[in-house]
């Protein structure tokens, strides 16, 4: 695979221990993102994606070949993967190499993540829940017009197939309470996994959030008591 053939790559991370639990992996970002999520900490990636220089996809592939044996899999991230209709070509050239493939996705394009399924081309799917799944309260918590649908008919592939997956929100505090951590558990109930994130202020996509407080660590573990109860296993990220 050529870099021309797929979307620009704006960023590779080599190593991670934390992006996939259990697993030793490199992260891939793509840049742009149809969310507008005031607490990202991608603003660049999202917002000016063409100010940043492209990672050379032959670079990566021979970072692969250099570590072969070494690295269990390849986070794919961004922005948001999903967007790009030559996602799939990517996706089989990692998985023609051996390694295991983790996406990250915030769940608006059932469609391409039932593609990337049936094709085997995943073996661990991250996906983000923002809000309870009323079109308000998303478009609040995003900055974006959003088909809550979409994001449904998501949850309820992951969760009908067989595939690994986590679901996870990230709590802030101005966006966010007990009632509506409970909307959303009760959308995901039965679910193998949710993560409730920490929110942090710093360098993030609307400078105003630097004002936010977050959730005390405490607060953040009672809550994921509360829902814990719907799912499989919960538990907080980031504390």
């Known amino acids: ?12 991370n080599p190593h991670t221990f934390l992006d996939w639990e259990g697993k030793i992996a490199c992260v891939i970002y793509l840049p742009g993102c149809n969310f507008k999520c005031p607490f990202c900490h991608s603003s660049e990636l999202v917002i000016n994606p063409e100010t940043i220089a492209n990672v050379d996809y032959a670079y990566i592939k021979d970072f692969f070949k250099e ?6 899999g390849v986070v794919i991230g ?5 967007l790009y209709k030559n996602l799939p070509d990517l996706l089989r050239d990692i998985k023609n190499k051996g390694l295991l493939v983790k996406l990250d996705t915030n769940g608006t394009n059932p469609m391409v993540l039932k593609q990337l399924i049936d094709e085997k081309l995943l073996d661990y799917v ?25 994001i449904k008919q ?9 595939i690994d997956y986590e679901f996870r929100t990230t709590v802030v505090p101005c966006f966010l309470q007990k009632k509506d951590m409970l909307a959303i558990v009760k959308a995901i109930k039965g679910a193998k996994k949710y993560i409730l994130q920490q929110f942090d202020p710093k360098d993030t996509l609307d400078k105003s959030m630097a004002t936010v407080k977050p959730y005390l660590p405490d607060e953040l573990k009672q809550f994921a008591q509360l829902v814990s109860e719907f799912v499989k296993q919960c538990y907080v990220r980031g504390i």
Request: aromatic share 6%; hydrophobic share 40%.
């Open 67 to 72: 570590k072969k044996g070494w690295i269990d």
């Open 126 to 150: 991250a996906m983000d829940i923002k809000a309870p799944l009323d079109t308000q309260l998303y478009a609040k918590v995003t900055a974006s017009n959003v088909d809550v649908i979409s």
């Open 154 to 162: 998501s949850i309820d592939l992951l969760m009908s197939r067989d």
């Open 1 to 12: 695979m050529n870099q021309e053939i797929i979307h620009p790559i704006k960023g590779f």
């Open 78 to 82: 961004g922005g948001e993967p999903t």
